[in-house]
């Protein structure tokens, strides 16, 4: 059986993180047993960490890494590094908000060996048009610097092999914001196997989201020269 590890980022969740682990825990079942629920809580001040740490005690695949950067992206990039170092076949990576529906996971599973990576597609978002539209400006940006056309550059639910997602991965910084922009423009631009599945995407569950648009828009500026710089790396 195929190993995987399905990882999340956390960040002062205490409101949504019992209910989604309790939802993504059962997508583990019939896969290898090294297959983990891994999730990145660096600096919540709130109980997401005290949530985590007594679901352990009922959910022996459930891994709580805390070693990592407090933000959102470097959390993304940990989680992958870990899939990677520790040799797993496949990395699912969603978001624990609870914006994301588990029983949409299948379909994408069910596809592994025929795609390097499958990516999700929120044609129809619950998040609000402000975020719809920031996603649709991303997308024209990487049509720009990279020349590839994607309907979905950001998307939390993608499933990747880990073996093509590693070389990617060893070309962010580890501090880097917007990791998963960036995979999706070096696989689409390599013309790795790659599919865009449609997937719901719902209003967040509760709690308030760290990154609002004010921050949104300070990681876009930044986000123009690190294209540059990629966009370098790709022709080099």
Same mark, same amino acid.
């Given at each position: 059986m195929d190993s995987l590890y399905v990882v999340m980022p956390a960040y002062n969740e205490e409101a949504n993180i019992e209910?989604?682990?309790?939802?993504?825990y059962p997508v583990?079942?019939?896969?290898? !047993?090294? =297959?983990?629920?891994?999730?990145?809580?660096?600096?919540?001040?709130d109980r997401t960490h005290e949530i985590l740490t007594e679901l352990k005690e009922t959910h022996p695949q459930l891994?709580?890494? *805390?070693?990592?950067?407090?933000?959102?992206?470097?959390?993304? %990039? !940990?989680?992958?590094?870990?899939?990677? $170092?520790?040799? %797993?076949d496949y990395v699912f990576q969603t978001d624990s908000d609870?914006? *994301?529906?588990?029983?949409?996971?299948? !379909? &994408?599973?069910? $596809?592994? *060996?025929?795609y390097?990576?499958?990516?999700?597609?929120? *044609?129809?978002?619950? @998040?609000?048009? =402000? #975020?719809a539209f920031v996603e649709r400006v991303v997308c024209m940006l990487v049509h720009h610097f990279f #020349?590839?056309?994607?309907?979905?550059? /950001?998307?939390? &639910? #993608?499933? +990747? /092999?880990?073996?093509?997602?590693?070389?990617?991965? $060893?070309?962010?910084?580890? @501090?880097?914001? %917007?990791? /998963? %922009? +960036?995979?999706?423009? &070096?696989y689409v631009h390599d013309h790795r196997k790659t599919c865009f599945k449609e997937i719901s995407f719902k209003p967040r569950q509760g709690g308030v989201n760290s990154i609002n648009i004010r921050k949104i828009v300070k990681i876009g500026w930044k986000a123009l020269a690190d294209f540059r710089g990629f966009r370098k790396m790709m022709k080099g």
């Open positions: 209910a989604v682990v309790k939802q993504w583990l079942l019939g896969k290898d !047993a090294h =297959s983990r629920l891994i999730i990145a809580d660096a600096g919540s001040s891994e709580i890494l *805390t070693d990592s950067d407090r933000q959102h992206g470097p959390k993304v %990039i !940990a989680l992958y590094k870990k899939a990677i $170092e520790d040799g %797993i609870g914006q *994301t529906d588990p029983a949409e996971f299948n !379909a &994408f599973w069910d $596809e592994r *060996t025929l390097e990576g499958i990516f999700g597609n929120r *044609t129809i978002r619950g @998040d609000g048009k =402000s #975020r #020349r590839v056309r994607v309907p979905d550059a /950001n998307a939390p &639910f #993608r499933l +990747m /092999n880990v073996k093509t997602l590693a070389p990617y991965v $060893e070309k962010l910084p580890g @501090d880097y914001n %917007i990791p /998963n %922009i +960036m995979i999706t423009a &070096f």
